[in-house]
Every structure is written in C-alpha cells, then in structure tokens.
C-alpha cells in the first residue's frame, strides 16, 4: 500500500522527489494526467471529473492515502471530494495547508483562530483556475487577518514547462511578475502556487528579487507528510513498489520526466 501523488502532468515530480527524499522507505505511486493537461484553464466541474477518475485510478492501484500535488485539483475538487464522503479507509489531502501553515508561522495541524501574522502582503502565482476559485484566499482566511493578497494567473506557462521549452518559460515567468508588481509594489512573500513553478524558482525569485521570500512547495509538503504518516501509521500499508502512471504517451512523458529530474524515470500508460 504505497502513497499515490497525483498531478495533472509534470509539475507533481517537484512534490514526488521532495517527499522520496523526506520518507526514502514509502513506496510511492505518481500518477500523471498527462492526456488532459494542463488543468489550469479548464473549468472547475471538469478538474473535479479528472481528478476523481485519477484518485480512484490510485485507489485501486493499491494507495489508501492520496496527495493531489495538484494545486488546481486541490483548489477545484478537493473540499467537494471530500464532502461528497469517501471510501471508508481512504483518504485524499491537498497542497494549500501545508503552504499556508507555513506562511502564517503555525505548526501542522493547528486549527486555533485566525491571528495577525507578520506577513502583510502577499503575492500569489498559480495556474487561471486555482486564482478563479479563490481557494488560496479562502484557506488564508481560516488562519491570518489582515494579509493583502494579490494574485496573478500565470497563463502559459505550465504547457511551457510540459514542452520542455524553457526559454520561453521563462520570458512568461517574467512578465507574470511585472504584472503582479504593476498591481502590489512590495510584495514580501511569494507563494508558487503550482507544482510546476519550482522548476522555475530561480527565476521567480530573480524576477522578484532578493527581498521578497519565495514559498515553494515540495518541501512543506514533504514535511507535512512525514508528521501526517507519524500520526496515521496505518494510513501506510506494508510493501508496495513504486510506480509512475500516465495517461499519456509513456515514452514521451518519460522523456520529460527524465530531463526534469536529471535522472532516469520510466512512465508506464494506464
Ligand atoms: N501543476 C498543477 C498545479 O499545481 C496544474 C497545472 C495545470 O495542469 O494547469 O496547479
């Protein structure tokens, strides 16, 4: 019973490798909905859909326990898969905790009121969808008062980055953040809200420059999961192999994948 990772494509290998490294011992499935990336331009009925055939998908691939690594899945299904009551002994967590929790100085899991929070302005990049749906803000909301959020869609780049065409990721990355500072003058956090936008990190906080502190998140994530697993042994079966599923073209992915990462990964088609 290895932990599945779901991301609409590529972006989730950042969140995959971060959690490996944190927990080298869990079996890990990654399930990548290649053939219908990317996500951050469809409508929040549509992610819903994908995202709960890609679940059940690792569900039956032997996984009690999923991470939508997705923050687009996280932002447009999660709460509804949720609510909509889940297998019993399932479970599916999303990316923003974490992220938030980090921001606002708050151990894992603390559910006390919302408190001002050092952090006063903050600057939001992530895919159309996730900024359309608010769930960022939404979440901040339930854990810091009085923090300006100014969010920018960052269309683009994600098939960009799934092209493997980095220069003009890049440029895109660039003039998102001339977009964000015409709207927010001096933002002091970042926060990158998609798994695929650590891939470019560098330049975000080049573009950004060196005062704003840029939050990425595959490490909190990692972190978030290694106490989640403390507390919820049983969420982790015994044994379990890892896997990395597409539903794309695999050797094309695979490709991809490898340059990413800079080490060998092989997809297989689902
Ligand atoms: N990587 C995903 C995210 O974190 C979505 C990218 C996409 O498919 O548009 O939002």
Redesign the pocket.
């Given at each position: 019973m290895a932990v599945g990772i779901f991301?609409?494509?590529l972006?989730?290998l950042t969140v995959l490798d971060a959690v490996s490294k944190r927990l080298p011992d869990v079996p890990f499935v990654y399930y990548a909905d290649s053939a219908h990336?990317?996500?951050?331009?469809r409508d929040a009925d549509d992610v819903f859909s994908l995202t709960n055939a890609a679940v059940r998908h690792l569900w039956d691939a032997g996984c009690d326990l999923v991470i939508l690594?997705?923050?687009?899945?996280?932002?447009a299904a999660l709460r509804r898969m949720q609510e909509g009551g889940l297998p019993q002994g399932k479970r599916v967590l999303g990316?923003f905790v974490p992220l938030i929790e980090a921001l606002t100085e708050r151990q894992w899991g603390d559910n006390s009121p919302p408190r001002e929070v050092s952090v006063k302005h903050v600057a939001l990049f992530?895919?159309p969808?996730?900024v359309a749906s608010r769930a960022f803000q939404r979440e901040l909301a339930f854990r810091a008062i009085g923090v300006d959020v100014e969010a920018q869609a960052c269309g683009g780049v994600?098939d960009a980055i799934e092209e493997g065409d980095e220069i003009l990721a890049e440029a895109l990355v660039r003039s998102h953040v001339d977009a964000l500072k015409r709207k927010m003058l001096e933002p002091e956090a970042a926060i990158l809200?998609?798994?695929?936008y650590p891939l470019m990190e560098e330049t975000f906080q080049q573009a950004l420059g060196p005062d704003v502190k840029v939050f990425s998140q595959a490490d909190l994530v990692a972190e978030s999961l290694a106490d989640y697993l403390e507390r919820h042994p049983g969420m982790l079966g015994k044994g379990g192999q890892s896997l990395f599923l597409t539903t794309g073209d695999a050797r094309r992915v695979s490709d991809r994948a490898t340059q990413f990462l800079r080490r060998k990964i092989t997809f297989q088609s689902v």
């Open positions: 991301d609409s494509g972006g989730g990336a990317p996500y951050g331009v690594a997705c923050n687009t899945a996280s932002a990316v992530a895919t969808a996730t994600v809200g998609c798994t695929h």
